[in-house]
């Protein structure tokens, strides 16, 4: 496996065809690349194409053109060097805590000794110890989603994938999880590529923003987010703050309005 975990999404095109409708162009040229350990967001007006580049990039779909590498390797289908966390908690409900944080792991072979250890130690940085040997319906959606981003980073993977993981839960569980992420991220460095509609949950979290035009998702700019490191939730009272999240939501405005017109049968 390569040591460097820069993502290379080079020309990248995805064109849906349906039987009998007229096609989805959902992306056109898209060019970007993550430095290893860089945190970037899209943001960008529902239907511009988000989801369905970090599918491409996690290899559950492939591109219609253009190429996915990570460091000098070129990649087309799902792999431990990069792990996805959906929007809805993808938890298997008959299984515990620790099995579903070891589930990536089980998949791959490892022996259950092994595995269950390698899970303790993510459930612990999740903030999730005690919890161990409960079922998914004996937590709340916060902690739910704790589990998920715990079986995600329980692979080591190098890329993260995060597509609105945060959407389901309620402001002030959101505002926890997103300082939760940063200090996980603070410790692991991994490359990570975040999708979200909350503009300042982008300017809180990452290092740059990728704003997405409407229908064929194009890149319409890139913010770098030049806030100190580490963070913390104090952040978002400071004036450069506020600048940032205005100027990135002045840019997506007009793509929004567009996108909402945009809407595909
Ligand atoms: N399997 C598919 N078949 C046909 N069209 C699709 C398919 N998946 C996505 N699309 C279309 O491609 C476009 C991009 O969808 P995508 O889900 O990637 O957008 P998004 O930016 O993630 O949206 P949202 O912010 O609302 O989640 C949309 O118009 C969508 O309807």
Known sequence: MTDDATLHIRGVNKTFLRTGKPSVEALRDIDLTVKDGEFVAIVGASGSGKSTLLRIIDGLMPASSGTIAVGSRAVS??????????????????????ENVGYGLAIGGMARAEREAIARRFIELAGLRGFEHHYPHQLSGGMRQRVNVARALAVDPRILLLDEPFAALD?????????????????QKKTVVLITHQIDEAVFLSDRVVVFSARPGQIRAEIPIDLPRPRDLEVKRSLAFVQLVDEIWKLIEHEVRLGMSLAVD
């Open 77 to 98: 289908r799902p792999g431990p060097d990069r792990a996805m966390v959906f929007q809805n908690d993808s938890l298997l409900p008959w299984k515990t805590v620790i």
């Open 171 to 187: 402001a002030q569980t959101r505002e926890i999880m997103q300082a939760e992420l940063l200090s996980i991220w603070g410790r």
